[in-house]
Antibody, heavy 124, light 108 residues
Framework: EVQLLESGGGLVQPGGSLTLSCAASGFPFSSYAMTWVRQAPGRGLDWVSGISASGSTTSYADSVKGRFTISRDNSKNTLNLQMNSLRAEDTAVYYC?????????????????WGQGTLVTVSS | EIVLTQSPGTLSLSPGERATLSCRASQTISSTYLAWYQQRPGQAPRLLIFRASSRATGVPDRFSGSASGTDFTLTISRLEPEDFAVYYCQQSDKSPLTFGGGTKVEIK
């Protein structure tokens, strides 16, 4: 069974940093591109970042480019999101999700498996 | 950036009724790269439809998708109690990938 478990969320002050992790199991992690999608309270889904299966290629939404860094450790089946210079508008539940097919490049979806999310609150 | 406009914002229907949800793209996109998700309260999104009309594994056949130009439609033939949720379309044809704003299907 595919499982994705996010961790690392919490309360952080504006301008602060936080690192999210997503532990994957139940599938060959190194064969799948992965992504982070967030959802502000009461709002819709907002794509954040994606990474290829090997980790060699990454992509970001303009709203987080230069502040967030996506990475993965295929030896530990873990996806990460380093978030710096956090703003109030980054407050959201952050989901990690798996690409639908085992392919090397990040195609942008669809995403067939999602974690339960971790809440990030940016507030003073 | 491709904008996906979903309508209506809210659909009030009774169990057993037919639901028709719309997703309109601001530019032409290939139907190969259009997906639909369901999100129940407090849960993560769930992939329902990919390539505009293909059902994901385990999705009941009362869910169907179609495409016509820049217009995409998700149809639920007969609403079951568990279908009352928010539905999102998503495109991955052109970067950045984008989601629609969602349609809430609520019990009338």
């Amino acid at each position: 069974e595919v499982q994705l478990l996010e961790s690392g969320g919490g309360l952080v002050q504006p301008g602060g940093s936080l690192t999210l992790s997503c532990a994957a199991s139940g599938f060959p992690f190194s064969s799948y591109a992965m992504t982070w999608v967030r959802q502000a309270p009461g709002r819709g889904l907002d794509w954040v970042s994606g990474i290829s299966a090997s980790g060699s290629t990454t992509s970001y939404a303009d709203s987080v480019k230069g502040r967030f860094t996506i990475s993965r450790d295929n030896s530990k089946n873990t996806l990460n999101l380093q978030m710096n210079s956090l703003r109030a508008e980054d407050t959201a539940v952050y989901y990690c999700a798996r690409d639908f097919l085992p392919r090397l490049v990040f195609q942008g979806g669809p995403f067939d498996s999602w974690g339960q999310g971790t809440l990030v609150t940016v507030s003073s | 950036e491709i904008v996906l406009t979903q309508s209506p914002g809210t659909l009030s229907l009774s169990p057993g009724e037919r639901a028709t949800l719309s997703c309109r793209a601001s530019q032409t996109i290939s139907s190969t790269y259009l997906a639909w998700y369901q999100q129940r309260p407090g849960q993560a999104p769930r992939l329902l439809i990919f390539r505009a009309s293909s059902r994901a594994t385990g999705v009941p056949d009362r869910f169907s998708g179609s495409a016509s130009g820049t217009d995409f439609t998700l149809t639920i033939s007969r609403l079951e109690p568990e279908d009352f949720a928010v539905y999102y379309c998503q495109q991955s044809d052109k970067s950045p990938l984008t989601f629609g704003g969602g349609t809430k299907v609520e019990i009338k």
